[in-house]
């Protein structure tokens, strides 16, 4: 199997994980009813800063959901706590967890059945209201009992704007593809990494005009989407494409059509 790729940001390695990967009907996400199925990667991200060890997004999980069987493939020969355990880590050493937001493809292992038993979750309280009210069927629904043992007993805590989840480890809340989506600026000064979780997910993306039947705020989305981009661009920043199955770490230049990726790699 391929090792991490792995990025030196300022004091801190970035390293990008995998979970395997998903295949899906993609009829619903591009709105339309094309049949057509798509394949997704899922790639956590694990920070070393200092004494602190973030993991940003947690994959499926032991397994795909209950809900989402019969919708979804999972295939994958690892997951993501032996990739874990591959950088030399067990699940105990992950202090701290941020979810973009609560679909089931990006909060697995953190939630169902929470595997890190001494880091703190970090989600966004928009996305947690949100997800109380999708129909029950959504995997975003499905994280909510979680999400609220966490908070009660101390595990999760719900962020209501940006900030610093620690030094060099920013959220920024950009919202569409769900309420209270945070995507993760890494690094300090002009030295940054972005992760943008479901905003720009993978390649095909990164045209702020394909619209996913999948967002539940497609204008805010776009918006977000053309804005962040800009940013990691002037400030040339990596971008690590969560569920890109190719190169999922790229720089972004605009173009007539929107964004295009170049591949960076190590
Ligand atoms: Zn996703």
Not at 86 to 110: E, F, K, N, P
Not at 125 to 135: I, V, Y
Request: aromatic fraction near 6%; charge should be negative; include cysteine.
């Amino acid at each position: 199997m391929a090792t991490a790729t792995t990025l030196d940001v300022g004091r801190m390695q970035v390293h990008i994980l995998d979970d395997g990967v998903f295949v899906r009907d993609a009829g619903n996400l591009f709105g339309g009813s094309r049949k057509a199925s798509i394949k997704g990667a899922m790639h956590p991200v694990l920070v070393e800063a200092g004494d602190d060890l973030v993991l940003i997004d947690a994959g499926f999980g032991p397994e795909l959901p209950e809900i989402l069987v019969g919708r979804y493939e999972l295939r994958r020969d690892e997951h993501l706590l032996d990739h874990l355990q591959r950088m030399g880590y067990s699940a105990g050493d992950v202090t701290h967890v941020i979810l973009s937001h609560l679909d089931a493809d990006h909060v697995g292992w953190a939630l169902g059945p929470p595997s890190f038993p001494s880091a703190t979750v970090y989600v966004q309280g928009a996305a947690l209201e949100e997800a109380r009210r999708m129909p029950e069927k959504d995997g975003r629904q499905a994280a909510v009992p979680a999400v609220e043992k966490g908070v009660e007993d101390g595990w999760c805590e719900l962020l209501h704007a940006d900030g610093d989840v620690l030094q060099g480890i920013r959220v920024e809340v950009r919202a569409g593809h769900s309420a209270g989506h945070q995507i993760v600026w890494i690094g300090d000064g002009d030295d940054l990494a972005l992760f943008t979780g479901d905003l720009a997910p993978a390649k095909i993306w990164l045209d702020p005009n394909l619209i996913s039947g999948v967002d539940t705020d497609p204008e805010a989305a776009r918006r977000n989407r053309i804005e962040v981009l800009t940013a990691a661009e002037s400030r040339d920043a990596p971008v690590i494409l969560y569920h890109e199955p190719g190169d999922c770490l790229v720089k972004v230049r605009e173009t007539e059509k929107g964004f295009e990726a170049i591949p960076i790699g190590d």
